[in-house]
């Protein structure tokens, strides 16, 4: 049992450039979630999922896409990396059933954008 | 690791002393509260939750209060211990469901031997 397993860890882009951030879980959680974490100012919502096939949009959603085509996968795309996408990303899920909202998070993913 | 934040308030303990942390959340509609604590290089891990028609709850080492009138939270850790070092987080979701949970900025804690 993995948990929420994110890759890469580290990537460097520059603007402009595209990439897609990896976000697996292996608990059957239906509901999961990419946040960003910028210094000072805690982790921000930027899409989240409750379950294949259904998406939404969080806090700060522009810039990002995101799919659910499986219960274990959650990619975040960026179509087309800014400066101001330079950040730590956590992947995070939880069951739907919980009631509540105990998410179990990712070690996280460091992007840097030139 | 990751670093977390550079600009955090910290809160300084000795070892063994009891430790409280504040946060005051912005949403008076808020029913649902959890803290979170991250260590660093790591993604956070839960602590604590509490709902609103609760005003205490205790855990392992760990109680949190609940003042509604005063929209504020707070995590008390008692026997502070070197493994407690880390940033903590509050947060909130919104009433309506829990898909959205906001996050406060975070508090570092330091506990020295």
């Known amino acids: 049992n993995a948990g929420v397993t994110q890759t890469p860890k580290f990537q460097v882009l520059k603007t402009g450039q595209s990439m897609t951030l990896q976000c697996a879980q292996d608990?059957?959680?239906?509901?999961m979630s990419w946040y960003r974490q910028d210094p000072g100012m805690g982790l921000r919502l930027i899409h989240y999922?409750?379950?294949?096939?259904?998406?939404d949009q969080g806090e700060v959603p522009n810039g990002y896409n995101v799919s659910r085509s499986t219960t274990e996968d959650f990619p975040l795309r960026l179509l087309s990396a800014a400066p101001s996408q330079t950040s730590v990303y956590f992947c995070a899920s939880r069951t739907a059933s919980s009631g509540a909202n105990v998410l179990t998070f990712g070690a996280g993913s460091r992007l840097t954008v030139l | 690791g990751e670093s977390v934040g550079l600009h955090l308030p910290t809160l300084s303990v000795q070892e063994g002393d009891n430790s409280i942390i504040n946060c005051a959340y912005s949403n008076s509609a808020s029913d649902y509260f959890i803290w979170y604590k991250q260590e660093s290089g790591k993604g956070p891990q839960f602590i604590i939750d509490?709902?609103?028609?609760?005003d205490k709850r205790q855990g392992q080492r760990v109680t949190v209060l609940l003042n509604k009138t005063v929209k504020h939270l707070s995590l008390q850790i008692a026997a502070t211990q070197p493994g407690d070092s880390a940033v903590y987080f509050c947060?909130?979701?919104?009433?309506?469901?829990?898909?959205?949970?906001?996050f406060g900025a975070g508090t570092r804690l330091a506990v020295h031997p």
């Open positions: 608990m059957n959680h239906e509901y």
């Open positions: 509490i709902r609103s028609n609760m």
């Open positions: 947060a909130e979701t919104p009433g309506g469901g829990y898909n959205k949970l906001i």
């Open positions: 999922s409750v379950g294949a096939g259904i998406t």
